[in-house]
């Protein structure tokens, strides 16, 4: 490695760009397209491994392989199920505006065909004021981060393609105030006539149409971030297509992140009359991410799961700071490379993926050195043998009672978000064990313990999954009904728990066949019958979580498939610039680990600290104003000081006290001091950490950052 | 509690901010000035600068080691489709570059500095859209393999044309990447948020993987929510380095130079390298100028402008202005009043600076 000295600076580094290297060549030809299986994964995972013999060697890249092939079949599991929940969820919405534009197409098919020749004269023809109207679909999102729904018009555009549209997807990009016009219709131009062209004339696209098309489908442009859009570009756009409409039967879907109202104040005044508005709404971000917990965590679909400390991350991620399902998606992707790249066992995940788990995926010997199995109390080989398929009934068994529950909270609009993290929390498990959950609500009932992570107040008032418990026993007959049928729907091929469900429900018809014709006497007795009747699904529920609801964590093996390094995991979504930058300059000696430097107290500045580190140590004894002066005597002074080694060198000298006071400069020139300040001061202006002197403080440098 | 640690976290955080603030204003500030200072000449300062004994180079070289281990696990992120965003105190540069070397050897590595003033990226997406091409022209022919024949030669296609070929399909068993490593993200010439766009815009390409560096604390702020989770979808690695900014450094004014608006030769060389070499002719005229006429108070603009339309160097006004701002953004080159009344140029350098900075600009 080139230490610092070495690098002179060269033609490459004044380059604004040069090729470092280009795609080996021998490799190109050598791989063989075969099949998804043998992907240029050559990634060697096993750096800290010391195999010894080949065999080992072997093994171990057998393993790699397989995890790295597992790892692949995991995401693209996950990654297709995510697309098909998305797909699902906004399938009502997508046919509604299918079939409002098919409508619309109509309605200005029947205003009027234009014959070729008129309709491709340069200029526009006005027949009828009324007539240019452009049908336009606000489509509200209902989450200000628009980064959601860029999917979501992404597949809207597609949707409507398969159904025979000339579909343009614009963003607020296109409607920049420095491109203006022409490059929105540039983009408009190049995505219908799939070819690029420097001309941005709507006449083009015009005479494309008539040729190309001839009324048979409608135009449709999606501009999936109206808010955003320079307002005079898109107010010009909108006037020029109405003054076509007649020619190309365009039709508006503008995505709205805002209000309703937000069109009326962006656009003139002029180009709102052109419009004829419908709305749309699109589905609740939270409804989507309860769809998508479901499908991807809460049943095991991937052979992968996170642990409870993660899942308490990404949710407070989602509460807190991001709100938005594309994080939620990409945290999920992270945690699932981060946990094939860190455990050397999740090269057996296979057998949770199946349907059937044959006998021969038994985990491997390596997997009772896992700390889940040290208290094992099964004969371990049999533990082995079974382990994959007792940990799928567990898992299984875990999310239909969840799944259960959410069916209960429904109601109250509880998110399967708040449930699943609950439910996985393994000391709540414990506590629930120790029989701590009752229906009946204890005023006694101690606090929640919790650690650091995924608090909420509603936990300190006795669970979400107590209260939601709790919830069955107000509902109505019709509601408990409903209830009930859902389970029966959810426990479907849970053997153990659809049992009950079903006793339950042949009880509850029981109920229900009581004579029509009843007394005030027999109304009560009948409301005492189903006042049993929800105390008995609330001793069920009760009853499943207490016995079933086993949080992966409490699984033995589930380290093989399940990631919980939440740190790592947050580490790597989101950096934290500001703090770490100041901490390495402030701890140098964590990372350099010299034995110069070490220093008992912290933040003591000496002089063979990094001269940067010592002048931001330094740095932090001044006030938002350093005074260039000072800080460069201080620094000079430091430096100057001896070394800790030359001091043990000079212990002869009289007494501690005076040697620290005389302490023999060392030969420093002023010419060198100088120069360290300086590259001191540059570094840290690179890094933002200080603002350099203004004409009118010439003799200040301000700084930027205050505490970490 | 976490609400409450977030709470005192920021109550900490202003706290700081208004005790900095206090104790900058009280009495006590110091007034000292930097010219009580025995400053040293620029020039035996650059040379000293260049000059300095590293420190803990054992150290520093035994920590950039210690990440070659996370060499393959870069790599894998980098290959499932996310962004590797380094940062920490200390030049990345040859870490970047040694990962590059190293663990991308099926990639075509492409590498843009940052750290300079100014940076072209179409001529980025120009060569990237290069390298792809001859990178899947050596495929074994496949389906798409035909189409590529007919290109018209690359530059000379739009921005949205290069675009839209980096982000072509790819046949699943044969993918071809090309890596771009950006050093200081975050830098000068990189800074503004429509080359920031652009970068989002060609990291997001099928064809393209990212791995760039960044130095500033509050680099974060150049992008929004699509950037960072959907186009660059950056993966954070920590990796403090402690090597010394060397070539980042280089166009940072010393802070202890005398005039530190003025710049050296040095450095006015290396802009002056990196611009066209029309850019740099039109310098040339500019200090032959000032050169022959000592004693003007600079050359005026038209003046300028027909010497160097008739050496060929610009054909009109707006070419020439384009030119001068570029010089004045990295002051080069400074307007003054004449006595006359008329606007002129000259080159804040004194003679023989300037006379060394002609010289090497030659060569």
Redesign the interface.
Known sequence: ?????E?H?SD??????????????S???A?K????TSR??K???S??LAASDESQLLDDQLHKNSR?KNFHDA?VKIESTIKDVLHNINADVFNEINGWVQKSFGAICSSGKLDTNKATCSYPIVTDVTSNQIFTAFVVMSNI???DD?QTFADLGVHLQSHGCHVANLSS?DFSAKSGIGGCL??LL?QILNS?T?AADISILASWYMEHDDYKNPVVVIIEDMDRCSASVLSDFILMLSEWVIKIPVILILGVATTLEAPKNILSSKAVQHLSPSKFFLGHPTDRLDAIIEAVLVKPCSGFLVGHKVAAFIR?CFLRQ?G?L??FV?AV??AI?QHF?MEPLSFTVKGLLDEEVAEADAWPRQALDLPSCMRLSEPKSEALLSGASQMKEVLNLWSSVVLCLHEVGKNQRTTLLDLYDEALDPKLYNLRNSDHLEVKPDPQRPSWN?D??G?SFERQKGGLISRTIRQIRDLPPAALHQLLEKWDKQTEGVDMIHEKVKELRLQEDDNLKEPPTRSRKQTIRNNGNSDRLNEKAAALITCMTREHMQPVECIPFHEIVCFRNADKLQ?????D??K???L??LE?NK????SCCCTKSHNVPIS??????LMYTLAQE????I????W??SFKAVISQKTVKDKHKSKLSPSPKKRKITAEPQIIT???A??????A???L?????LR??SKRR??Y?Q?????L | MEDHDIDEDEFEFSRNYFLAKESGKSGKKSARKLSEIDLVDEQDLRAEVSKIEPKHEKEIASLIDSYKSLYNEWAFELQYGFGLLLYGFGSKKTLIEDFASTALTEYSVIVVNGYLQSINLKHVATAMAEVLWEQLKLQPRSASGGSFKSQQPFNSRSLDDLIAFLDGPHAPENESFVCLVIHNIDGPGLRDSESQHLLARIAACSHVRIVASIDHVNAPLLWDKKMVHVQFNWCWHHVPTFAPYKIEGVFHPLILAHGSASQSVKTATIVLQSLTPNAQNVFKVLAQHQLAHPDDEGMPIDVLFTSCRERFLVSSLVTLNSHLTEFKDHELVKLRRHSDGQDCLYIPLSKDALEKLVQEINQ
């Open positions: 490695m080139a230490t610092a000295d690098v600076i490459n580094d004044l380059k604004p760009f040069f090729v470092l290297h280009k795609a080996s060549n490799q190109q030809h791989r397209p075969v099949g998804r240029k994964v990634v060697n995972l750096s800290s790295m995401w981060e628009f980064v860029l990009v540039r983009s190049r690029s420097d407070n991001d938005t594309t994080s990409r992707k992270m490379v790249l919790y650091m992570h608090q580490a790597a979504l989101v950096g610039p500001r770490r930058i100041q390495d300059l140098c990372f350099l680990k010299c063979s600290m990094h001269d940067t580190s001044h006030g938002n104003l005074n260039l002066h000072d460069y005597q002023e010419a060198s100088q120069a360290r300040f300086c590259r001061v540059t570094e202006q690179i890094t933002g950490l350099m002197p010439q003799d440098v700084r930027v950052a205050f505490g």
